[in-house]
T-cell receptor, first 115, second 113 residues
Framework: ETGVTQTPRHLVMGMTNKKSLKCEQH?????MYWYKQSAKKPLELMFV???????ENNSVPSRFSPECPNSSHLFLHLHTLQPEDSALYLC??????????????FGPGTRLTVT | GENVEQHPSTLSVQEGDSAVIKCTYS??????FPWYKQELGKGPQLIID?????GEKKDQRIAVTLNKTAKHFSLHITETQPEDSAVYFC????????????FGTGTRLQVTL
């Protein structure tokens, strides 16, 4: 276990549904990330939060909406998704200072299928 | 932005042999190079990393080397075991505010008996 948990582990949703992915880290880190992992493509960084402030938004469509209420929790709100959004969504966290700066620890992911 | 290329995409070795995976990066400002192992149904797991102030790092059967001049780094696994079978990803970043990793496309390693 890496200390990063994600729920749900699997999600099937229709294109008109609204759902949320949840991530929680138990490592005392101060930065959190959302990545998208599709088959045969590199992991794509979607959002970065540092000290609960969004510092990166890699041109992600507005149908993905992140929320970081505190340094331990990260959400990804989903609405009006497309079938091509089906992928593994990974959450990660890191300590944004000190000797271990840069080390990111990933959760197990949420396998999302959009029908 | 940073671009990371990884080779080979698949690698099959016999148990006990060594495996080498290579990556190149484009941004000379990158200073942190982790390697991740991803098993089926799991998220990527950090297995070893190297920072640009060192050229080599070892941890038991795995080692990473870094050539800053050529902008390439490699993962070496010795005495491979079946449990080493997984997908391995390299990544690069500059450790500014909230490090932004750029990943390679992954290498599927199969260790056969």
């Amino acid at each position: 276990e890496t200390g990063v948990t994600q729920t749900p582990r699997h999600l099937v949703m229709g294109m008109t549904n609204k759902k949320s992915l949840k991530c929680e880290q138990h490592l005392g880190h101060n930065a959190m990330y959302w990545y998208k992992q599709s088959a045969k493509k590199p992991l794509e960084l979607m959002f970065v939060y540092s000290l609960e402030e969004r510092v990166e938004n890699n041109s992600v469509p507005s149908r993905f909406s992140p929320e970081c209420p505190n340094s331990s929790h990260l959400f990804l709100h989903l609405h009006t998704l497309q079938p091509e959004d089906s992928a593994l969504y990974l959450c990660a966290s890191s300590q944004d200072s000190g000797l271990l700066k840069g080390e990111q620890y990933f959760g197990p992911g949420t396998r999302l299928t959009v029908t | 932005g940073e671009n990371v290329e990884q080779h080979p995409s698949t690698l099959s070795v016999q148990e006990g042999d060594s495996a080498v995976i290579k990556c190149t990066y484009s941004d000379s400002a990158s200073n942190y190079f982790p390697w991740y192992k991803q098993e089926l149904g799991k998220g990527p797991q950090l297995i070893i990393d190297i920072r640009s102030n060192v050229g080599e790092k070892k941890d038991q059967r795995i080692a990473v080397t870094l050539n800053k001049t050529a902008k390439h780094f490699s993962l070496h696994i010795t005495e491979t075991q079946p449990e080493d079978s997984a997908v391995y990803f390299c990544a690069a970043s500059s450790t500014g505010t909230a490090s932004k990793l750029t990943f390679g496309t992954g290498t599927r390693l199969q260790v056969t008996l």
